[in-house]
């Protein structure tokens, strides 16, 4: 089963913000080609690290919701490129 991330691919990562709790989505393809998800609450003192290493052991870029989730974690022009 291959794995592939963001744009075009069965695993995209966003990041949702309610109520001060964030929440890591992941999206991917199971080896049927259904979609599948998983829904992870993180902690505010693990977002920025959790998200690093899912960019690093991935190779991926995190995609996230909106731009304002973009910015809490981001630079301005990380966010901006990133659209």
């Excluded at 990562?13 to 979609?35: P, Q």
């Excluded at 693990?46 to 690093?56: D, G, N, P």
């Amino acid at each position: 089963m291959g794995r592939r991330l963001v744009v075009g691919s069965p695993w995209v990562f966003s990041l949702v913000r309610l109520k001060r709790n964030h929440y890591l989505t992941i999206t991917y393809m199971d080896v049927n080609g259904k979609e599948q998800a998983g829904v992870f609450e993180l902690g505010k003192d693990i977002v920025r690290t959790t998200l690093k290493i899912l960019e690093v052991r991935t190779g991926k870029e995190v995609e996230f919701q909106d731009a304002e989730a973009c910015k809490q974690y981001k630079t301005p022009k990380e966010c901006d490129s990133a659209t």
